[in-house]
């Protein structure tokens, strides 16, 4: 077996020296001739990610919750079209390790067709697969072009993609490593057989989503082609090679503007699964010294027998995420833009898993390496002449990963998410202005939720409302966006399968900034044996779909049953109701220093409620509940601060204090021992 080491994937990350022909091609490059080809790179990867969308079958694809990509022959990231950030910097460890160990045997030839999904060669999990093609030409190879997504199903012992039962990678369903999959421009029959024995429970989404990704690979392919046809392959080459040392030099000067010094964030995970388990999913302690950063996990929870754990390059694909919305935003996704980084993992903790390890929820803990990663890069950028603007709280990472899995009114085999609650998380709140509401996915900033009707004609569903999910975000001098809910009722079939994944429903995932308050925990609510659709049936004139009026009120009558995000399989039947949460984004700085014109606007737009107005904000209105109370208001926030004052404690006093407490045993199951996460037992894998 030539499984990648962990050294060399760290390695691969690395962008590969420049050839003596690369530099050559360099100079070609005449003035105005970079920025020409590199808009030329944009326009081929968003043509390509417009096939992308068009042709996916999957809510993933539909949604853009994807990446195109350009690379080197060598393997590096030159530029990419993204609805995820999540592939871009590690997919160059998949194609390296094709390069290192198949370039003889089977051999790399113009019109291959390469396939991969395991995380052990450099992937995310399972569902995130990945096509990819060399570009040839005249013999020589000069490029790569990849198109990866995510599609939720994978033949596990759960359907939807990711089992949350799975206690070891051999549960997990398909586990492809790097392999060659069609030749000379065409897919083997022999193995779409073999890759459709894994999506049974969906074959039609499954085949459909594989050649989305072969068509849209190949066609960067042919536009890439046709470029050198037009300026030549010397452009193209000195183009990319230009492309990385331009990132380069960008990422090292962004750094190194940043202050000396070490900075640290830990988050924890209220859930392991559908059980209910603290563990320190994140202890992360950055090093920034001149123009480099040192990513150190040193301190993460020990590996779990459970599907919650992260390969390192799945670590850095989440990290990814923040950099490119962030901090490197004004910089290309390029492989060399993390030439100034390195990371450093422990061996045997969630964050590098043994390689028998099942790691298909591997995000519900990935994420919470971005959180702090936002947090960590918050304190450097906050005090830097041009950063602080950029600063802004971690984005909603909670929601509710509803899968829905059987036969649909048309009588067709299905097993996919409700991605609604995926990409209308809030953003958080930043330093000059509240964060987005409903924003898109915290793993895919460019994800869009997916249109009502198409959802309701593929899928036996009915979507009934969909909603600002009033008080989701959190409070702060800058809120953070709202989340949103949507209800579902199973509607068209007698009876469907449904689970959920997620977490955040004790502790919220994204860290608040600077005062701020955390976003709302998700519930996980589902109502059986509904009267709603016999009452719209009848034309009720007394039914109100407002989702808050909906959960306190129990307006929708039936067998209500409240529980964590995370619900193991069970049939719904018709009527039913299902209920989706996206989170709301962690608030920025203190609450009773709105503007309290803005609170009242807020709740002119049902973004947060009368009660977290007066009793969070402090803010009072006239008797006619429009214009705001300056004096009550005034009188309210200052006695809010005496009583903070009299509530306050020193360090020293609230140290003493704390140190001496222990969450309840029964939740420490996996945590390692309490308070340092030191392994405190061997981990069995059947």
């Known amino acids: 077996m030539a499984i990648p080491t962990l050294a060399e994937k760290l390695e691969w990350l690395k962008p590969v020296p420049a050839t003596e022909f690369e530099r050559e091609c360099v100079k070609t490059i005449r003035p105005g001739e970079y920025e020409i080809g590199v808009q030329i790179t944009n326009d081929i990867l968003d043509e390509a990610m417009e096939i992308f969308v068009r042709s996916s079958r999957s809510y993933f694809g539909v949604s853009g919750d994807s990446m195109v990509a350009i690379f080197t022959a060598e393997g590096d990231l030159i530029n990419a079209s993204c609805g995820t950030y999540l592939h871009a910097i590690i997919q160059p460890i998949i194609i390296k390790f094709i390069r290192k160990y198949y370039t003889e045997n089977p051999g790399i030839h113009d019109g291959d067709i390469w396939y991969t999904n395991d995380a052990l060669y450099g992937g995310i999990h399972n569902p995130d697969q990945v096509a990819i093609m060399p570009v040839f030409h005249e013999g020589r190879l000069i490029a790569w072009a990849t198109a990866a997504l995510h599609t939720t199903e994978t033949g596990a012992t759960e359907p939807g993609g990711m089992p949350v039962t799975a206690k070891s990678r051999f549960e997990e369903g398909l586990n492809l490593p790097p392999i060659k999959i069609g030749e000379n421009f065409k897919l083997r029959n022999d193995f779409l057989e ?8 969906a074959p039609a989404m499954f085949i459909s989503d594989l050649r989305a990704r072969c068509t849209t690979a190949d066609r960067v392919r042919v536009r890439l082609l046709e470029l050198v046809e037009k300026r030549g392959v010397e452009f193209l080459v000195g183009l990319m090679r230009k492309m990385l040392e331009v990132a380069e030099a960008g990422a090292f000067l962004k750094i190194k503007n940043l202050p000396d010094g070490k900075f640290r964030s830990v988050v924890f995970n209220d859930a392991i699964g559908w059980t209910p388990a603290l563990v320190r999913a994140c202890f992360l302690t950055i090093t920034k010294k001149g123009d480099r950063l040192i990513f150190d996990f040193d ?5 779990t027998p459970s599907s919650y754990n992260v390969h390192p390059q799945a670590v850095v694909g989440h990290i990814a995420n923040f950099m490119y919305e962030y901090f490197f935003h004004d910089l290309p996704i390029c492989s060399s833009t993390f030439a100034p980084i390195d990371f450093v993992f422990q061996q045997g903790t969630l964050l590098n898993p043994d390689k028998l390890a099942a790691t298909s929820c591997c995000v519900y803990i990935g994420m919470q390496t971005r959180c702090a990663t936002h947090n960590c890069f918050a304190k450097m950028m906050f005090c830097t002449r041009d950063g602080w603007s950029q600063v802004a709280s971690a984005p909603g990472s909670q929601h509710t990963a509803q899968i829905c899995s059987g036969h649909s009114q048309w009588n067709l085999s299905v097993s996919d998410v409700l991605s609604f609650s995926l990409n209308t998380q809030g953003q958080g709140g930043r330093a000059t202005t509240d964060g987005m509401d409903a924003y898109g996915f915290a793993w895919c900033a460019f994800g869009r939720a997916p249109d009502c009707e198409q959802v309701e004609g593929e899928l036996p569903l009915t979507v009934t409302l969909s909603q600002h999910w009033k008080d989701s975000s959190g409070p702060g001098l800058h809120r ?10 199973i509607h068209k079939v007698p009876q469907m399968l449904s689970l959920c994944m997620g977490n955040g429903s004790k502790v919220p995932l994204g860290q608040p900034l600077f005062g701020g ?22 034309g009720d004139p007394t039914l109100t779909l407002d989702h808050r009026q909906i959960f306190e009120q129990h307006d929708i009558k039936g067998d209500w049953k409240l529980e964590l995000i995370a619900r193991t399989p069970d049939i719904y039947a018709e009527g039913d109701l299902l209920f989706g949460f996206s989170g709301g984004g962690p608030g920025y700085g203190d609450p009773l220093e709105r503007q309290p014109e803005l609170v009242v606007e807020d709740l002119k737009k049902r973004i947060i409620s009368s009660r977290t ?8 209105l006239d008797t006619e509940g429009r214009k705001v109370d300056a004096a009550r208001t005034d009188a309210l926030r200052a006695a809010e601060r005496k009583a903070r004052l009299a509530r306050g404690k020193s360090y020293g006093e609230f140290i003493a204090e704390w140190s001496k407490k222990s969450p309840p045993a029964e939740i420490l199951e996996w945590y390692g021992s309490w308070p340092d996460a030191k392994p405190v037992r061997p981990i069995f894998r059947p």
């Open 194 to 201: 073999f890759y459709s024995v894994y999506g049974l429970r």
């Open 299 to 303: 301190g993460t929870s020990p590996e």
């Open 480 to 489: 953070g966006g709202s989340g949103a809910v949507q209800q579902w009722m």
């Open 517 to 538: 308050y955390a976003s709302t925990p998700i519930p996980g609510i589902s109502v059986k044996k509904a009267d709603l659709l016999q009452r719209m049936k009848e």
């Open 613 to 620: 107005a007066e009793n969070v904000y402090r803010v009072a």
